[in-house]
T-cell receptor, first 110, second 112 residues
Framework: GIQVEQSPPDLILQEGANSTLRCNFS?????LQWFHQNPWGQLINLFY???GTKQNGRLSATTVATERYSLLYISSSQTTDSGVYFC????????????FGKGTKLTVNP | GAGVSQSPSNKVTEKGKDVELRCDPI?????LYWYRQRLGQGLEFLIY????????KSGLPSDRFSAERTGESVSTLTIQRTQQEDSAVYLC??????????FGPGTRLTVL
């Protein structure tokens, strides 16, 4: 099955810093989502981005499907950005299940 | 509108007991999914329902796990003869066909 690798596994920032999270996947995808899991465990949808570039406030994401990677950019980080960021992909030809990476744990210090 | 809801939010049970977890999807969403998240891990797919099609059960870890869905409405995940390794957060998601998935808050299951 498809493999999803996220990097870095852990990231510690000072408030106000910028960061880039990466997601590599091993096969063609028809779905790619970025999630933020907050300290209470809730998965919050950030982007639905099987291809192209999107922006939402301080966050933006780019997926280059032909090269099998996606990037999540966080600018001017805040302490409330802390948590785990997951990339998840869905593949063509099968069910619509998502395959998740292991996540990037982000800690933003004041 | 209302998001995906799950109940109970927490469930503590004794080894060997059966448990039922409930998921109410977003109204109008034809697809429903169950995932499991062990402590400190990513999410693992369990089962997928889409309309009247046969469910994709390929992620169920053993025959102690089963799930049902009534039409395009509520779903229940049943775990029989629970084991300690079943302890995890069980998350439900729903979506329109081939589109963005939205997750519920999860049920935290603890098997003593």
């Amino acid at each position: 099955g498809i493999q999803v690798e996220q990097s870095p596994p852990d990231l510690i920032l000072q408030e106000g810093a910028n960061s880039t999270l990466r997601c590599n996947f091993s096969d063609s995808v028809n779905n790619l989502q970025w999630f933020h899991q907050n300290p209470w465990g809730q998965l919050i949808n950030l982007f639905y981005i099987p291809s192209g570039t999107k922006q939402n406030g301080r966050l933006s994401a780019t997926t280059v499907a032909t090269e099998r990677y996606s990037l999540l950019y966080i600018s001017s980080s805040q302490t409330t950005d802390s948590g785990v960021y997951f990339c998840a992909v869905g593949t063509q030809g099968g069910s619509e299940k998502l395959v998740f990476g292991k996540g990037t744990k982000l800690t933003v210090n004041p | 509108g209302a998001g995906v809801s799950q109940s109970p939010s927490n469930k503590v049970t004794e080894k060997g007991k059966d448990v039922e977890l409930r998921c109410d999807p977003i109204s109008g969403h034809t697809a429903l999914y169950w995932y499991r998240q062990r402590l400190g891990q990513g999410l693992e797919f369990l089962i997928y329902f889409q309309g009247n099609s046969a469910p994709d059960k390929s992620g169920l870890p053993s025959d102690r796990f089963s799930a049902e869905r009534t039409g395009e409405s509520v779903s229940t995940l049943t775990i029989q003869r629970t084991q300690q390794e079943d302890s995890a957060v069980y998350l439900c998601a729903s979506s329109l066909a081939w589109h963005e998935q939205f997750f519920g808050p999860g049920t935290r299951l603890t098997v003593l």
